[in-house]
């Protein structure tokens, strides 16, 4: 034992005037601490490819965590704000362990009774700018976080006093590149667990394009792509193009009943 934490632990550690379990803890502890350092490092050197390779399970559904993490290892963090809608009752989303980490910021979803933590509101196109400036969200925090399983990209779309630096959506996974399509706008949808909702990662990767924004991944479920702000992607993230960072839906997600007959929007 004394051999192997003695390339992570100072001499002082390692000291017999320590008691046993206090000593492995701090070891345990410094080891973490040197492990984490080196993955931020390797970060950094080379441009990040493939996201999956990142996925991590805290709090999020989908290891969306880790993503989240290697994205922010990879740029660095500024206001660590965030604001997140879709949320249900905060349990499982993108954000809850960003604010255990000491973030701040708000979620969104309209649950009721609203659960702790979480504003009771129904966001649509008309009113996001409305309550982004209602709970006082700044210029430019880190990260966005949509997911309301139907006007996505309308309400993203909606969004214009507000520059994320990061962006993670939802995206229609049963609609591969190079299709680009996206629900037809209802300010009173609701998903009724068919294959129509949201839109196609095409469709979304243009949108952000025309905001600013990179497209520099998917979960390995199919569920969410990742963007990040064009000023911030230069030499940090491989170029890849819309199909090749598309996934499928694969477990525990398969892609819902058929939906005929809906009118889908074409978009450029």
């Given at each position: 034992?004394?051999?192997?934490?003695?390339?992570?632990?100072?001499?002082?550690?390692?000291?017999?005037?320590y008691?046993?379990?206090?000593?492995?803890?701090?070891?345990?502890?410094?080891?973490?601490?040197?492990?984490?350092?080196?993955?931020?490092?390797?970060?950094?050197?080379?441009?990040?490819?493939?996201?999956?390779?990142?996925?991590?399970?805290?709090?999020?559904?989908?290891g969306e965590?880790?993503?989240?993490?290697?994205?922010f290892?990879?740029?660095?963090?500024?206001?660590?704000?965030f604001?997140?809608?879709?949320?249900?009752?905060?349990?499982?989303?993108?954000?809850r362990?960003?604010?255990?980490?000491?973030?701040?910021?708000?979620?969104?979803d309209?649950h009721?009774?609203?659960?702790?933590?979480?504003?009771?509101?129904?966001?649509?196109?008309?009113?996001?700018?409305?309550?982004?400036?209602?709970?006082?969200?700044?210029?430019?925090?880190?990260?966005?976080?949509?997911d309301?399983?139907?006007?996505?990209?309308?309400?993203?779309?909606?969004?214009?006093?507000?520059?994320?630096?990061?962006?993670?959506?939802?995206?229609?996974?049963?609609?591969?590149?190079?299709?680009?399509?996206?629900?037809?706008?209802?300010?009173?949808?609701?998903w009724?667990?068919?294959?129509?909702?949201?839109?196609?990662?095409?469709?979304?990767?243009?949108?952000?394009?025309?905001?600013?924004?990179?497209?520099?991944?998917?979960?390995?479920?199919?569920?969410?792509?990742?963007?990040?702000?064009?000023?911030w992607?230069?030499?940090?993230f491989s170029?890849?193009?819309?199909a090749?960072?598309?996934?499928?839906?694969?477990?525990?997600?398969?892609?819902?009943?058929?939906?005929?007959?809906?009118?889908?929007?074409?978009?450029?």
């Amino acid at each position: 034992m004394r051999v192997f934490f003695r390339r992570w632990v100072p001499k002082r550690v390692l000291d017999t005037t320590y008691p046993l379990r206090e000593r492995l803890s701090r070891a345990c502890d410094h080891a973490a601490v040197d492990a984490r350092r080196f993955w931020q490092l390797q970060l950094m050197r080379q441009p990040i490819s493939d996201l999956t390779d990142f996925e991590k399970r805290y709090s999020s559904q989908n290891g969306e965590d880790g993503i989240i993490q290697a994205i922010f290892t990879v740029i660095g963090e500024t206001n660590r704000f965030f604001v997140e809608f879709g949320v249900e009752d905060g349990a499982v989303c993108n954000t809850r362990r960003l604010r255990r980490r000491g973030w701040e910021g708000l979620q969104m979803d309209p649950h009721d009774p609203p659960h702790p933590g979480v504003q009771r509101e129904f966001v649509t196109a008309e009113n996001i700018e409305i309550l982004l400036d209602k709970y006082q969200v700044p210029h430019e925090p880190d990260l966005l976080s949509i997911d309301v399983d139907g006007n996505d990209w309308w309400i993203w779309k909606a969004i214009v006093s507000r520059r994320p630096r990061v962006v993670t959506i939802e995206y229609n996974a049963t609609i591969p590149p190079p299709e680009s399509r996206t629900i037809a706008y209802d300010p009173g949808f609701r998903w009724d667990r068919t294959d129509y909702f949201g839109a196609s990662l095409e469709a979304l990767a243009r949108l952000g394009l025309s905001k600013g924004y990179a497209l520099v991944g998917c979960d390995s479920r199919g569920v969410n792509a990742f963007f990040v702000r064009t000023d911030w992607t230069p030499g940090r993230f491989s170029p890849r193009t819309v199909a090749q960072h598309y996934r499928p839906y694969g477990a525990p997600h398969v892609a819902p009943a058929h939906a005929p007959g809906r009118a889908w929007i074409e978009v450029a």
